[in-house]
T-cell receptor, first 112, second 116 residues
């Protein structure tokens, strides 16, 4: 069945460092891909999405490109801030009318 | 995209009791989904609720433990029955349908359940 594999955490970086969180997927069709963020004590927020191959999703300085050939959707940010400290989930939606399958999550901590 | 209201936002319950969580959507949607997020874990789909038919449960989840109602196209409830401390989690709902461009935008704010 469909699945998402993402980089194990926790990840700790210094402020202004470059961030990459790796995500790969397995799907039978042509899924939509998502990154969600969950800040401490808060609900789940959609960070960005891409619906077809070569699409680039972007938001708040974060980017991810839908790579069908490598079945990947890696999250990147050029310069992280302390406020980016959160848990990040990679996810996909394939068949199933909106059912979302989540990766295990990556906890990111940014130190000043 | 749809706006989802979920309640209660949190509750502390005694073991052996049941809690019903409500999910209200501001527009008609074909599918509603219920997820569980155990402490420090990712989200796992519990079931899919389609109006007018019985919910479809994922492996590891059963109707007796998590009965779901879907009386109309804007509302659903999830009941956590005969609770134990292992049921302490955040429960969230989401929506879907035939328009794939709307997938994934919105989740309810979640119900944080603690069973003591």
């Amino acid at each position: 069945g469909d699945s998402v594999t993402q980089m194990e955490g926790p990840v700790t970086l210094s402020e202004e460092a470059f961030l990459t969180i790796n995500c790969t997927y397995t799907a039978t069709g042509y899924p939509s891909l998502f990154w969600y963020v969950q800040y401490p004590g808060e609900g789940l927020q959609l960070l960005l999405k891409a619906t077809k191959a070569d699409d680039k999703g972007s938001n708040k300085g974060f980017e991810a490109t839908y790579r069908k050939e490598t079945t990947s959707f890696h999250l990147e940010k050029g310069s992280v801030q302390v406020s980016d400290s959160a848990v990040y989930f990679c996810a996909l939606s394939d068949v199933g009318w909106g059912k979302i399958i989540f990766g295990s999550g990556t906890r990111l901590s940014i130190r000043p | 995209s749809a706006v989802i209201s979920q309640k209660p936002s949190r509750d502390i319950c005694q073991r052996g009791t049941s809690l019903t969580i409500q999910c209200q959507v501001d527009s008609q949607v074909t599918m509603m989904f219920w997820y569980r997020q155990q402490p420090g874990q990712s989200l796992t789909l519990i079931a899919t609720a389609n109006q007018g038919s019985e919910a479809t449960y994922e492996s590891g989840f059963v109707i007796d433990k998590f009965p779901i109602s879907r009386p109309n196209l804007t509302f659903s409830t999830l009941t956590v029955s005969n609770m134990s401390p292992e049921d302490s989690s955040i429960y969230l709902c989401s929506v879907g349908g035939s328009d794939r461009s709307n997938y994934g935008y919105t989740f309810g704010s979640g119900t944080r359940l603690t069973v003591v």
